[in-house]
């Protein structure tokens, strides 16, 4: 499957909501196994909420080398490439370090008390 993320989300991935619209788009092929390339060609600003919920929840459930495997990107800039790999070195990290996960789920409960 090819998906031209300009023609879904516009020219800005920046929301957790829009994240989640390529997410739901994606999920199920990834999860059968099946290639899934994102066509980022057009797309001109880049943020980590929406690579949190596009890719970074996806190794939930998908092992990073199988998401390595069948999820490719093209048409994104050194700043996109840049945010992209952060957001999955961070999911892998949190998704299979406990010890990690813990630790942020108590950094974030601490923040939303303060709040």
Same mark, same amino acid.
């Given at each position: ?21 390529? =997410?739901? /788009?994606?999920?199920?092929? /990834? ?44 048409? /994104? ?16 990290? =949190? =998704? ?20």
């Amino acid at each position: 499957m090819m998906l031209k993320v300009i023609s879904i989300i516009g020219e800005n991935c920046i929301t957790v909501e829009d994240g989640e619209q390529i =997410y739901q /788009l994606i999920h199920t092929d /990834l999860s059968k196994e099946q290639d899934v390339t994102l066509d980022f060609t057009g797309v001109s600003i880049f943020a980590s909420p929406f690579f949190n919920a596009a890719v970074g929840q996806l190794l939930r459930d998908v092992p990073p080398q199988h998401l390595q495997s069948h999820l490719h990107f093209v048409g /994104l800039s050194p700043h996109g490439n840049h945010v992209l790999t952060r957001v999955i070195e961070n999911a892998k990290r =949190y =998704y299979t370090n406990p010890h990690f996960r813990d630790s942020v789920e108590k950094v974030l409960a601490q923040q939303a008390q303060d709040l």
